[in-house]
């Protein structure tokens, strides 16, 4: 792998961010400022970088990794929503909640092998211009190793990462509150609360949440 570039959100320029978005929809690596905690991802259908992510990680096949996209127009293109589904991505995208939805005809081989999508459009402005310039989702997972505490700080970002991905892009400290999961799938399941509570996601999404 090359020299990672290290670059500041705050000085990106768009031929930056065009040339960015190209080189992960063919595979780049990147860890990136999401809403919540940094991220590392790649092009949702680049099969070895997807492979890169779970060995740099450490984590195992068992954990699907999450589907990113810059908008609910684009997350539609790859999966289906539940009337359920579609209120609670209305309410709450761009933000800091993952939906599990079905996938589309399209989006089926993003499922690699499990039975949905977990798809999130992030509330991170510089995240969401990169999405919008991609060729097609971002598949992403939290920036640490398996198991191991969120990064949070762009100098554990730096010394965790660098010479490992192609891309950092620093957003300065974020969050360490993760997303809310909800699987829409059936019948409505609260998979993890963090941002968002129980009760505001139940009186969005019409019905109660089950709860593992």
């Known amino acids: 792998m090359s020299r990672t570039r290290i670059i500041d959100c705050a000085q990106v320029t768009e031929s930056l961010l065009q040339e960015a978005a190209q080189d992960l929809a ?3 690596l990147a860890v ?3 809403d919540t905690v940094y991220g590392l991802g790649t092009g949702a259908f680049c099969e070895d970088s997807i492979g890169q992510i779970y060995a740099l990680k450490q984590r195992p096949a068992t954990s699907p990794l999450q589907i990113l996209t810059g908008s609910l127009e684009q997350a539609r293109q790859v999966a289906e929503f539940s009337e359920g589904a579609l209120r609670l991505a ?5 933000g800091a909640l993952t939906l599990i939805v079905p996938p589309s005809n399209e989006g089926k081989s993003l499922t690699r092998g499990f039975a949905g ?4 459009v992030p509330g991170n402005n510089f995240l969401v211009n990169l999405l919008q310039r991609l060729t097609g989702p971002l598949a992403c997972t939290s920036a640490n190793v398996h198991g191991q505490p969120v990064l949070t700080r762009e100098e554990d970002i730096i010394k965790t990462f660098d010479g490992k991905v192609d891309f950092i892009f620093l957003g300065g400290t974020l969050s360490p509150v993760a997303s809310s999961v909800v699987d ?3 019948e409505g399941r609260l998979v993890r609360e963090g941002a968002l509570s129980r009760e505001e996601l ?8 089950q709860v593992n």
């Not at 139940?202 to 949440?209: M, T």
């Open 26 to 28: 063919q595979g780049a």
């Open 32 to 34: 990136l400022p999401t």
């Open 90 to 94: 209305q309410t709450y995208w761009p």
């Open 117 to 120: 999508l977990g798809l999130r």
């Open 184 to 186: 829409t799938m059936k």
């Open 202 to 209: 139940e009186r969005v999404y019409g019905a109660p949440l």
